[in-house]
C-alpha cells in the first residue's frame, strides 16, 4: 500500500506495518508463502543437523578405532620387548608350509611371544576374521614344560575390525628391532599402523626347536 504524505512524497508500507492496519489478517496466498518459506528453513536446518550427526559419528568411529589401535601395539610391544627366550611369528597367508596348531585348532598370522614361565599368543581369530586375539599359558609347575593347551575359549580380544595382522623379524639381526602392523577395515575405508619395538634382551628369532615335521609340506608347531 502506498500513501501520499503531507510534503507529496509517496510512503511506502512494509508488510507487517500493513498486518497492523489490516484487520483482515492475511490472505490464502500470503499463508502460503509462509508455510513455504517455514518449509524451506526447516527443510534446511534437519538437512544440516542430519549431516552434522552422521559426520560426528564418523569421526567417533575413527578416533575410537585409533585409540584401541594404540592401545592393542602398546600391548602387543611390552609383550615383544619384555621377551626373554624367542619371538616366532607364522605367517600363514604368506608361507602356508608353517602353521600354528593347538588343541586341533589351526590358527592364523601367529605371533607367539617365549618367556621362562609364560608364553603368550597373538593372533586373528579363525572364525572371526577381524578379530585380533591374546592368549597366555603358563609353564606346568610338575612336568617343567609348556604342555597344557592353549584355551581358545579364554582369549580376550585386543582389537576389533582388524584385516591384516603381520609380523616382521628381518631387522632384528642387525638393529634388535621387531616391527609389526595392523590393518583396520571400517565401513570399506581402511586404516594401517605401523609400529617397531627395539629389544630389551639377546633372544631367539623364529626358534625351530619346538617344530614336528609332519608331513612334506607342512611345518607345524603343535602347542600341544
Do not use: H, W
Not at 578416533?63 to 620387548?81: D, G, R, W, Y
Not at 581358545?152 to 575390525?161: Q, S
Amino acid at each position: 500500500m502506498i500513501r501520499i504524505k503531507g510534503d507529496g512524497c509517496m510512503e511506502k508500507k512494509s508488510f507487517f506495518q500493513k498486518l497492523k492496519t489490516n484487520n483482515q489478517g492475511l490472505t490464502l496466498v500470503e499463508v502460503l508463502i509462509a508455510l513455504g518459506i517455514m518449509s524451506i528453513v526447516c527443510t534446511m536446518a534437519f538437512s544440516f543437523m542430519s549431516s552434522s550427526s552422521r559426520l560426528f559419528s564418523k569421526t567417533n568411529a575413527e578416533v575410537s578405532i585409533q585409540s584401541e589401535a594404540q592401545q592393542a601395539a602398546n600391548a602387543i610391544k611390552e609383550l615383544i620387548m619384555d621377551c626373554q627366550v624367542s619371538v616366532d611369528y607364522f605367517d600363514t597367508k604368506n608361507d602356508p608350509t608353517r602353521v600354528f596348531v593347538s588343541n586341533g585348532v589351526e590358527y592364523k598370522d601367529v605371533l607367539l611371544v617365549n618367556n621362562n614361565d609364560e608364553q603368550f599368543l597373538v593372533y586373528q581369530n579363525p572364525a572371526e576374521e577381524d578379530q585380533l586375539l591374546y592368549l597366555s599359558r603358563k609353564r606346568n609347575a610338575v612336568t617343567g614344560a609348556f604342555d597344557i593347551p592353549f584355551r581358545p575359549d579364554d582369549a580376550e580380544v585386543l582389537a576389533e575390525y582388524v584385516s591384516q595382522f603381520k609380523v616382521d623379524t628381518s631387522r632384528f639381526k642387525d638393529t634388535k628391532i621387531i616391527d609389526f602392523s595392523f590393518k583396520y577395515d571400517l565401513r570399506g575405508k581402511e586404516y594401517k599402523g605401523i609400529y617397531q619395538v627395539r629389544m630389551r634382551n639377546d633372544i631367539i628369532i623364529d626358534s625351530k626347536t619346538d617344530y614336528e615335521k609332519k608331513n612334506e609340506q607342512k611345518v607345524y608347531y603343535t602347542g600341544i
